[in-house]
């Protein structure tokens, strides 16, 4: 039987993040443990993690895509359920883990799933890393999953990948020019040329792996799927500023 109250040691473990962590988390009302006493241990409730999760989001009935989409394109954009908005890193790595424990279940699976981690994690980890201090308005990503229709969607309303590199490639002229530097030109391991690293880790993952991306930022649109002989990057519409990543596995 599944334990419904976990000390604060084992949801460490269950989420992967340290009791510092969840310390901060309670600090700032993220996640609340159970105190049975004010001089007791710290518990925390299975339904109480799981919500925090998002577990209810993994038989999502809805359309991912399309509630990225309108919360990234949005002029003023609506708030998020709390099992899809990651406010931070924190929030999102322990997701990412949780979905982890989902996936490697899957029989099917098991040969790439760790794969399918890892350029999630990398896509993730860009935002954050390369928005910090420098969000437009609404920090933080959109993170949901659906494990039966084997698709993950991350986005964010950050500066994007133009801006990003700009600042080390001036000679970049637009959003499309932006999108193939990212994923194909190695600059340097500093931040935030680093940008442009990750994301060619991620076409090579795809390339090598049957996985379908398609990603979105500014006016531009990049779709790649495994054994692509040439990145297929076209101008769309709307224009955003920020990310969105489409992984179907």
């Given at each position: 039987m599944e334990k419904k109250l976990l000390s604060?040691?084992?949801?460490?473990?269950?989420?992967?993040?340290?009791?510092?962590?969840?310390?901060?988390?309670?600090?700032?009302?993220?996640?609340?443990?159970?105190?049975p006493s004010p001089t007791s241990n710290r518990y925390y409730r299975r339904d109480d993690i799981d919500h925090f999760l998002g577990k209810d989001a993994l038989s999502y009935s809805g359309d991912l895509v399309s509630l990225a989409k309108n919360w990234a394109f949005s002029e003023l954009p609506g708030s998020l359920s709390s099992s899809l908005y990651c406010e931070t890193s924190d929030i999102f790595y322990a997701r990412l883990q949780?979905?982890?424990?989902?996936?490697?279940?899957?029989?099917?699976?098991?040969?790439?799933?760790?794969?399918?981690?890892?350029?999630?994690?990398e896509i993730g980890n860009n935002s954050y890393n390369h928005n910090i201090g420098n969000?437009?308005?609404?920090?933080?990503?959109?993170?949901?999953?659906?494990?039966?229709?084997?698709?993950?969607?991350?986005?964010?309303?950050?500066r994007g990948i133009f801006r990003t590199l700009k600042r080390v490639v001036p000679d970049l002229k637009n959003d499309e020019e932006a999108l193939h530097v990212a994923f194909t030109k190695y600059i340097s391991g500093r931040a935030p040329e680093d940008r442009g690293n990750g994301l060619k880790f991620v076409k090579d993952v795809v390339l090598a792996n049957p996985l379908h991306l398609t990603f979105y930022t500014g006016d531009a649109e990049l779709e790649l799927k495994q054994n692509d002989l040439e990145l297929l990057i076209k101008k769309t519409e709307p224009s955003f500023h920020g990310c969105i990543a489409i992984i179907n596995f």
């Open positions: 604060i040691g084992e949801t460490a473990e269950l989420l992967g993040v340290s009791i510092d962590t969840l310390r901060r988390w309670e600090e700032k009302n993220i996640l609340l443990p159970f105190r949780r979905m982890e424990l989902e996936i490697e279940r899957v029989p099917d699976l098991k040969n790439i799933f760790s794969l399918v981690i890892a350029i999630i994690g969000w437009p308005d609404v920090f933080g990503i959109f993170f949901g999953f659906n494990i039966q229709r084997r698709q993950a969607v991350l986005a964010d309303r950050g």
